[in-house]
């Protein structure tokens, strides 16, 4: 047994008895190779760096059932990694398939040449204001909060509020 398997099931004999800072080495230590088995399997990075962490969190979970490989638990990680990866796949898959038989409404068209125009010229105006008139502005008017909310929100006392939302 190198110094690296010996370093690594210490850490794994640590974590065993509930300390964080040795799983978080072990985290340290098998966290790229991890991730990079993740991001082959999976279509984004974002994916592949929940993917990464969830294995880590069933390592942790786990932990009392998990048996090391000569010593190492990356073994097990890439496993695990692979089966989120499928689990994520299935869910994906599941979840565009349930998307896909949704009936849709009908009555939902494009939006008519008014409301575009509307649009338009509320977006100009918008514009014109300084940011913390027209986030205001969007707030009651659209949003419909109540003047005290939005003035919180914007960071103004409601009476300041109420003059800048009159002259807005």
């Not at 994916?47 to 097990?76: I, N, T, Y």
């Not at 994906?92 to 009908?106: G, N």
């Not at 068209?109 to 502005?137: C, I, N, W, Y």
């Not at 008017?141 to 807005?168: C, D, H």
């Amino acid at each position: 047994m190198d110094n690296s398997e010996s370093t690594e099931a210490a850490l794994w004999e640590r974590a065993l008895r509930d300390d964080g800072d040795a799983f978080g080495s072990l985290f340290d230590l098998h966290h790229d190779r991890v991730f990079r088995r993740a991001l082959g399997l999976m279509a984004n990075a974002h994916d592949a760096e929940d993917v990464a962490a969830s294995a880590f969190f069933e390592l942790w979970r786990k932990r009392r059932v998990v048996l090391p490989v000569h010593g190492s638990v990356l073994p097990w990680l890439l496993v695990t990694t692979v089966n989120l990866s499928r689990n994520a796949h299935r869910s994906s898959s599941r979840y565009q398939r349930v998307l896909r038989t949704i009936p849709r409404d009908e009555t939902t068209h494009a939006p008519d040449g008014e409301s575009v125009e509307t649009r338009k010229r509320l977006t100009h105006s918008l514009k014109r204001l300084s940011q913390v008139d027209a986030a205001l502005f969007v707030l009651i008017a659209i949003e419909e909060l109540p003047l005290a909310e939005a003035a919180e929100a914007v960071g103004l006392k409601p009476s300041t509020a109420r003059m800048r939302l009159s002259r807005a």
